[in-house]
């Protein structure tokens, strides 16, 4: 086998490893498991770190498997938590659930017909005919309250000046630790990764699946990697509009290319080797590349594009990249028109907007009226000439002169129209 903790330690994803771990995973393939929380019907970049692991995973040989918490999520993961989560609704669970199995299948094939082909799972499946008394007797009794109770995530609730933590939510370690125990003894699971929060629950797994095994059957391993951080310190993940998600119906595909295009130097050497496949001579190259023309930033559009490619297609990265030229290329009206609403929308969030009714556009408005009057782009019909005298205003990206008549062949989508004075003020149309 190859050495995949190298390769993971290099690109900066490894935090704490459990001794033997390295030499298992390069004696023979071992199946290893992730969880997910189903705290939402999608997952954001910062669950990226835990698939990207998956991957690499497979593509050095070994099984993975996705667990979807199924079961756990009903009951909510404390670590990292100053206070209780709500606790979801079956419904709004069971719509989580297949949401997140939908965007990691977008990621791993499950239904592979190879020797290390990913697993999917959900540990409702298994914890749903489970017992309280079985589960109290059986795992319950292999785990001292001690032992529970020097974990971190336990420590710092019960320190901290919250409520405290409820029987539900200590118990939950133990649950975590079953799913562990119970791959360990259906899939030959021996390896659990999760981010460098989840080593008390990953480590409460590894103790039970020695003590509930005896021999060569209770061999289980752990690891976690970092937690991502911007380098200013500042939480990774979320942009101004809040988390950066992996489905365009959360995150469109043009939000989700600028929030990479728009890392900082030093967050983009990391980042590049943390979130893309790309072998360490192609990014040392990169990176060389990149100190000598920072202005060019090669660096941010190779992680971008890399990403926007992993994450949603070759196609959406086109698209985003032409979006992306609208504002900051030689774009043409052809090119503004292409853009569906909700990337036009987008790519102009935070340009000021007016409204004009579709019956006075159907009748046709003069260029002087709407920049002044129906719009208030410009403070007068006077600086309305003098602008469109001197050839400084654009009409979906097309010049115009003040005999220019805005009808309904000039909308976009229908409903919107793209003004522009110089090269940087624009405003838009909005027709209602």
């Not at 579709?358 to 009057?373: F, K, P, Q, S, Y």
Request: glycine residues 8%; negative net charge.
């Amino acid at each position: 086998m190859k050495n995949i903790i190298s390769e993971l330690q290099w690109r900066g994803l490894v935090h704490d490893i459990m001794p033997g771990t390295e030499e298992q995973l390069l004696k023979e393939m071992t199946t290893t498991y992730i969880g997910f929380d189903p705290t939402s019907d999608s997952l954001h970049i910062g669950s990226l770190v835990p698939i990207i692991l998956l991957v690499h995973l497979k593509n050095f040989g070994h099984k993975p498997i996705a667990l979807v918490g199924g079961a756990t999520g009903m009951i909510g993961d404390p670590s990292g938590k100053s206070d209780e989560r709500n606790l979801l609704d079956e419904t709004t669970l069971n719509h989580n659930v297949e949401g997140i199995k939908s965007v990691l299948s977008r990621f791993l094939d499950f239904n592979s017909s190879e020797i290390n082909a990913p697993v999917l799972v959900n540990n409702y499946d298994w914890m749903k005919n489970l017992s309280f008394i079985n589960f109290a007797r059986d795992v319950g009794k292999r785990i001292t309250v001690n032992y529970m109770m020097a974990k971190d995530s336990v420590k710092k609730r019960l320190s901290g000046e919250g409520e405290g933590m409820s029987f539900t939510e200590f118990t939950y370690q133990l649950i975590q630790g079953y799913d562990f125990y119970h791959l360990h003894k259906e899939y030959n699971c021996l390896l659990q990764m999760g981010g460098s929060d989840q080593w008390g629950n990953i480590t409460t797994g590894t103790e039970l699946v020695r003590r509930m095994n005896v021999g060569e059957e209770a061999k289980a391993y752990a690891m976690t990697c970092p937690l991502i951080t911007k380098a200013d310190g500042s939480k990774f993940g979320k942009s101004e509009g809040g988390n950066v998600w992996l489905t365009a119906d959360k995150t469109s595909v043009y939000k989700f290319y600028q929030f990479w295009l728009n890392t900082t130097d030093v967050d983009a050497e990391k980042y590049i080797k943390i979130f893309t496949f790309l072998d360490a001579a192609t990014i040392d190259a990169l990176i060389e590349e990149h100190k000598m023309a920072p202005h060019l930033r090669a660096l941010q559009r190779k992680l971008a594009e890399e990403l926007t490619v992993f994450v949603h297609s070759k196609e959406d990265l086109e698209n985003a990249i032409k979006a992306s030229n609208i504002l900051f290329g030689n774009s043409t009206s052809d090119d503004l028109k292409q853009l569906d609403e909700a990337t036009f929308l987008d790519v102009f969030d935070g340009v000021p907007q007016a409204e004009i009714s579709r019956t006075e556009i159907e009748a046709g408005i003069d260029i002087v009226t709407v920049l002044n009057e129906k719009t208030g782009f410009m403070k007068s019909n006077g600086e309305a000439r003098r602008a469109l005298t001197a050839n400084s205003i654009s009409v979906n990206k097309e010049k115009v002169a003040e005999d220019f008549v805005l009808s309904t062949k000039d909308l976009i989508n229908n409903q919107f129209v793209l003004l522009q004075s110089g090269k940087k003020n624009y405003f838009v149309v909005r027709v209602v």
